[in-house]
């Protein structure tokens, strides 16, 4: 398949996990305590863990549901295939067809809220124990293994892995590449442990990153109990989601380029996704100018300026309706930009994602690299 001469891979194409996954795939030893999806709507998402909801509906309980409901509600129909056989493998593929994608990497969507919790270590009983952590884990998992079964070419797999134990981390992300053919592990951005990304606790988790060549992908969620990336705005949608999604990715990759993650893992590939691409060009130039003059060098000693770890390591994700990408594309060229559809999230764009990022201004080159390329390079694949 090819939309209108362009092979178009999705870096980011959310799976709507059933309400009962973790009820039928969870450890027994664990499953009394498993967390249940609610069904409120034909796009709930919504998970909760001890009959409280994980994706908290905003920081001062405020419920956005209304609001969620009512922005959804003229674009239900076109997901309806989706909804009549229950977001399952076939549907996901229906879908790409429907948008013209010929290869997509899947993530979760209640899955994004199921590790959004501090380890019981730090936060007692409001937290996950590590060993709960790491079968919620293993359960998504085995779930996702067998929902991309109808194409396993297509339908490529991102492994949920829990940082609340890094033993855990490492050996399900190694099971999850060679028994199941995953091409990436994916982290919710806020801290587990209060721990920033570069400490070198995860060291042991990079380095197995590195030896088996998938990337480390930050993805963040809804509203959870780690880091606050929505700075308070908990009683606006709009301006709660203006930071989270964005601010998330971006505090994760500071961490791991000014932190010297790629000083000592090299071939680690990193991926921020859903948090677009223009903030890079800025982000970069302050993160080289804090390193050479203000403080960085006088901290964390860095082989390379933190910009080009960006451009040799790192990825980020461009939108279907991006207009300022170009600003990108100016400042660091066009190797590190991936295409995403967020298909079916709240404000993804389907079935016309790819036909609106055909529309934006630049130059059909770049537009290849972006749909195709440059998302092969992130997840290891032939070009």
């Known amino acids: 398949m090819a939309k209108h001469g362009f092979r178009v891979m999705d870096s980011d194409m959310h799976v709507v996990e059933p309400a009962d996954l973790w009820q039928r795939y969870l450890d027994p030893a664990w499953r009394g305590s498993a967390p249940v999806g609610t069904r409120t709507g034909p796009r709930d998402i919504g998970l909760l863990l001890r009959g409280a909801p994980v994706n908290r509906p905003g920081h001062g309980g405020e419920d956005w549901s209304r609001v969620l409901d009512a922005h959804m509600k003229p ?3 076109d997901y309806a295939f989706a909804e009549r056989r229950g977001w399952d493998g076939v549907s996901q593929l229906e879908a790409m067809e429907r948008e013209g994608i010929d290869v997509a990497v899947c993530f979760p969507s209640r899955g994004l809220f199921a590790l959004g919790l501090d380890s019981a270590e730090t936060v007692g009983e409001a937290g996950l124990e590590p060993g709960f952590a790491a079968a919620l884990a293993r359960a998504y998992n085995d779930w996702l293994h067998d929902f991309v079964a109808p194409d396993r070419e297509r339908l490529l797999g991102a492994a ?7 033993a855990s981390a490492v050996a399900e992300t190694r099971r999850a590449v060679v028994a199941f053919g995953f091409k990436a592990i994916f982290l919710l951005p806020g801290r587990v442990n209060r721990r ?6 995860y060291d042991p988790l990079w380095g197995e990153c590195e030896r088996l060549g998938i990337p480390v992908v930050f993805h963040g969620g809804g509203p959870d109990f780690l880091t606050e990336f929505g700075l308070g705005f908990g009683e606006s949608l709009m301006m709660w ?3 989270s999604h964005c601010l998330g990715p971006m505090a994760a990759l500071v961490s791991m380029v000014g932190g010297g993650v790629f000083d000592r893992f090299p071939r680690l590939r990193a991926g921020f996704l859903e948090g677009n691409c223009s903030w890079a060009p800025w982000l970069l130039h302050r993160l080289d100018d804090h390193y050479e003059d203000y403080v960085g060098r006088h901290e964390i000693e860095l082989a390379h300026r933190p910009s080009a770890y960006f451009r040799r390591n790192c ?8 207009a300022p990408a170009d600003l990108y594309v100016q400042t660091f060229g066009d190797d590190n930009v991936a295409f995403s559809t967020d298909y079916p999230h709240p404000d993804a764009k389907f079935p016309h994602a790819v036909e609106r990022f055909l529309g934006l201004p630049l130059s059909d080159e770049t537009k290849r690299k972006f749909l195709w390329t440059n998302c092969a390079r992130l997840y290891g694949l032939a070009e």
């Open 160 to 166: 949920m892995v829990a940082p609340h134990d890094v």
């Open 75 to 77: 674009r239900n129909a």
């Open 196 to 201: 920033p990304w570069h400490d070198r606790h």
């Open 315 to 322: 990825f980020v994700s461009v939108e279907a309706d991006e």
């Open 241 to 243: 989601h203006t930071f």
